[in-house]
């Protein structure tokens, strides 16, 4: 338990699932910072990118925590920094220290990066900066080298696309156009490599497809090849903006096909994607019966709460209402908002009564609201409030799709259930699993 | 160039240097910020967070709050949030973009305070400086609005330890070692600012005979002790030896002559480079003198407040190089090893304030021995 440090009261708020407005159940307010680390910031998607250099142009403050992030990963060696002072924000030469500072970097590098991708932060946007200058020049200085625009400005995270969403578009934004191959599929925007036991990879290969991903690129060369991709498949909710843009650019096909744990849905979006491939919708029934097997195994097994965290999926309602309908003890689920593909696993939950309550995870009080619940949870922020180590240690989906996604899920939560991790030093490993350094 | 790094790291900012000097008294510590500086202080400068329940937040200002002025909604997210937690007192420090629309920081602590009762403290901070500034103006902050002016002094000799914050001083005993160190020189420590304290002994700060400044986060808040109490200060750090038994006299003879002190009495010269935060590095540079009579030269990113004539100031990556010119041993956070001249011996001396977490497990407590240091010497 933490160390009492004041007079303040325990409080734990929350609100019932039936009284949850959606998408947004709590006032904006001051915000906290649950120490679970294991969602992967800006600094490391672009990471992703083989053989680019970040370059990031902030405020010491706003550097030390991606400094830090390249530092932990082993990838300082393909990051530097520029820093603002306040004379530059007096001064207006904004442009000059992005130009001159990005140019003397790249002078003094050991090597010479394919690609760099240059992160300006919420201050050029409040000054005017041009950009658009600034990379003309940069591009006229080194020719051989691709700059692209990355963005540190959280402030505008309620103003159009936010920095998660431009991270996801703007790595994709060096790819060329190239002559594309009517048989070649690459999926955009996911953190992790997509599993190739998932029904998603099954069918572009079994449809006789290549499936392209970053994650898979060694080199620069191999990164340009996304070009080639005819279709462009994002799974993952903030990655559409990126998939929409690239096609759009180089041409071929964006379809999101959505990370679900929902049968139907998964049927869905399955039969979407088989007549965009030309192929034959599967005979999904085996998988599901192995799904229905699976939850049954966890009713049985599995009789303690079960609580649910937005880190673990980008359908952490979705999460609920499977085990919830699988029979499971349900009873938290933290998430600060939902997004808008999560109306209709809402709407079930809440038509089926069920008696869950919804827990932020950034308001003020959470700061007070660790407990030591028995009970087994699904993501580390949910870990992390409920004080267990019998957790499920995964992020962002973790790379599954589909009825696998499901398997995986069963999967891990027994294992949780049988063996207790060390939830204080996992959960505070940054970037869980980002291995693209 | 100024103000780029190829490879090394960027310190802790000035509104985490407010944060940690604040952390364990009680409070309420909002950074004004859109987003990332909380998890970027509590990831990697505050390793208390997972055991302590303190107070730091972050405003989550967005664009159009910044762009409309609208410090109301900062203000009363504080008074709710106050309100419902109880906190001793509030903090309200900032970062760039409250720093371009010129926030002012002592309104809105007066404006916190007349809708709360609460009182609260608003440290101008603007996210481009080390934490040496942040902290600094905090713990002066803190005596100019809580120090009691009238604390009788205490029967028995006493000190106040002062710039103590895990940036500088490891969660792995090190503030203990410093208050060990006190005891053995003949004083009991009156209070600490501000690792293993309280609200109440800090304010009872005015009853210690002596103030011991252990970092450069220390000495706006000594200087303003020594001016407004009239207690004298030392600056120095211990290391386990001879430098140990010289700071422990300067506290004893300072005590009793008030006259305020650097403990050092070497110049920064020498073929061994230091890098670091300026009084831990001067006492290791000290220690290492009078251990095997090498002098060493100090390089301080952080501050140029404290140094010995040869020493220093260097905040960026190319002035730290050039300060490095001719070292043959240079000893500092194992981040600065790819900047250190070729063929120079490389001894780490981890940092938390520099590195982060990243090297916790191997940072050296000084006051404990420096053994590890001067076997590779």
Not at chain 1, 67 to 79: W, Y
Not at chain 2, 29 to 51: F, I, K, L, Q
Not at chain 2, 245 to 269: F, K, M, N, S, Y
Not at chain 2, 333 to 359: T, V
Request: hydrophobic share 40%; glycine share 8%.
């Amino acid at each position: 338990m933490l160390k009492r440090v004041n007079e303040s009261p325990r409080t734990n708020v929350h609100v019932h699932l039936k009284d949850a407005a959606f998408p947004a159940p709590f006032a904006s307010g001051l915000e906290y910072a649950a120490p679970a680390r294991g969602t992967w910031n800006i600094a490391h998607v672009g990471m992703l990118m083989p053989e680019a250099h970040e370059i990031f142009v902030c405020a010491a403050g706003c550097l030390r925590g991606v400094v830090l992030t390249a530092a932990e990963m082993g990838a300082s060696h393909r990051f530097s920094t520029v820093e603002v002072k306040e004379n530059n924000l007096l001064d207006g030469d904004m442009e000059d220290l992005i130009i001159e500072g990005v140019s003397d970097v790249i002078r003094k590098l050991p090597y010479t990066p394919r690609a760099v991708l240059v992160y300006t932060s919420c201050v050029h946007h409040f000054t005017g900066c041009d950009l658009d200058v600034c990379y003309r020049e940069l591009r006229a200085r080194f020719p051989h080298i691709d700059f692209t625009d990355c963005y540190m400005n959280p402030i505008m995270r309620k103003s159009g696309l936010t920095p998660d969403q431009l991270m996801r578009r703007q790595l994709y934004s060096l790819i060329r156009p190239r002559e594309k191959d009517p048989k070649c599929v690459a999926i955009l925007g996911s953190d992790f490599e997509l599993n190739e036991d998932s029904e998603l990879a099954k069918m572009i290969r079994g449809a006789g497809y290549r499936l392209l991903e970053i994650q898979r690129c060694k080199t620069y060369e191999d990164y340009q090849q996304l070009g080639e991709a005819s279709i462009y498949i994002t799974t993952y909710p903030s990655a559409i903006p990126g998939g929409e843009a690239l096609a759009q650019r180089i041409g071929g096909t964006h379809i999101h096909i959505p990370y679900t744990l929902d049968y139907d849905e998964i049927d869905a979006n399955l039969r979407k994607l088989a007549d965009l491939l030309g192929c034959d919708m599967p005979d999904t029934k085996p998988m599901r019966d192995a799904c229905d097997a699976a939850l049954a195994k966890l009713r049985e097994v599995i009789t303690e709460d079960v609580t649910v965290d937005y880190t673990y999926c980008p359908r952490v309602l979705g999460a609920a209402r499977l085990l919830h309908e699988a029979g499971l003890h349900v009873t938290r689920v933290y998430a600060d908002s939902f997004t808008g593909f999560e109306r209709g696993d809402y709407d079930a939950l809440r038509a089926a009564n069920a008696d869950i309550t919804i827990h932020p995870t950034a308001h003020a009080a959470m700061r007070f609201a660790v407990s030591e619940m028995p009970c087994l949870a699904v993501g580390q922020k949910a870990a992390y409030f409920c004080g267990t180590d019998h957790f499920v240690n995964e992020v962002e989906g973790g790379g599954h799709w589909g009825y696998e996604a499901i398997l995986s899920l069963c999967s891990l939560m027994l294992d949780a259930h049988e063996n207790a991790k060390p939830m204080r030093e996992l959960v505070a490993i940054k970037g869980m699993g980002c291995s693209c350094v | 160039m100024r103000q780029t790094s190829g490879i090394i790291s960027t310190y802790s900012a000035d509104v985490f240097g407010v944060c940690s000097a604040l952390f364990e008294l009680g409070g309420m510590v909002v950074m004004h910020d859109a987003s990332g500086c909380n998890s970027t202080y509590t990831t990697h400068d505050e390793p208390r967070w997972m055991d302590m329940d303190a107070m730091v937040y972050i405003s989550g200002i967005s664009e159009m709050e910044a762009i409309m002025g609208e410090d109301s909604k900062l203000v009363s997210d504080i008074a709710d949030a106050a309100r419902e937690l109880h906190p001793r007192f509030v903090a309200v420090a900032g970062t760039p973009i409250p720093a371009m629309t010129g926030f002012d920081y002592a309104a809105c602590a007066a404006m916190i305070e007349g809708e709360t009762g609460i009182p609260a403290l608003g440290v101008t901070t603007t996210g481009m400086n080390s934490y040496v500034l942040g902290a600094s103006r905090a713990y002066k902050m803190f005596c100019e609005k809580f120090v009691k002016r009238d604390a009788a002094k205490t029967d028995a000799p006493s000190v106040n330890i002062v710039g103590m914050t895990p940036l500088d001083f490891s969660i792995k005993g090190e503030a203990e070692s410093v208050v060990r160190f006190c005891e053995r020189a003949g004083f009991a420590v009156n209070a600490n600012f501000s690792m293993g304290c309280t609200f109440d002994e800090l304010v009872n700060a005015g009853a210690a005979h002596v103030n011991l400044v252990v970092s450069a986060c220390g000495l706006a808040a000594a200087k303003w002790m020594q001016a407004e109490l009239g207690i004298p200060y030392v600056i120095g750090t211990p290391v386990a030896g001879p430098y140990a038994d010289a700071l422990a006299d300067l506290l004893c003879e300072t005590a009793r002559t008030r006259r305020d002190g650097l403990c050092a009495a070497h110049a920064g010269t020498g073929d061994i480079a230091i890098i670091g935060e300026n009084v831990r590095s001067i006492a290791l540079a000290e220690a290492i003198a009078l251990a095997t009579g090498r002098d060493c030269r100090v390089i301080s990113s952080v501050n140029e407040d404290i140094l010995r004539p040869g020493d220093v100031y260097a905040p960026w990556e190319d002035d730290v190089i050039a300060a490095l010119d001719g070292a043959k041993v240079v000893i500092a956070d194992p981040m600065f090893a790819p900047i250190a001249p070729k063929g120079a011996k490389f001894i780490h001396n981890a940092h938390e304030a520099c590195s982060g977490r990243l090297w916790r497990s191997e940072i050296i407590d000084p006051a404990a021995g420096i053994d590890a240091i001067l076997s590779q010497l």
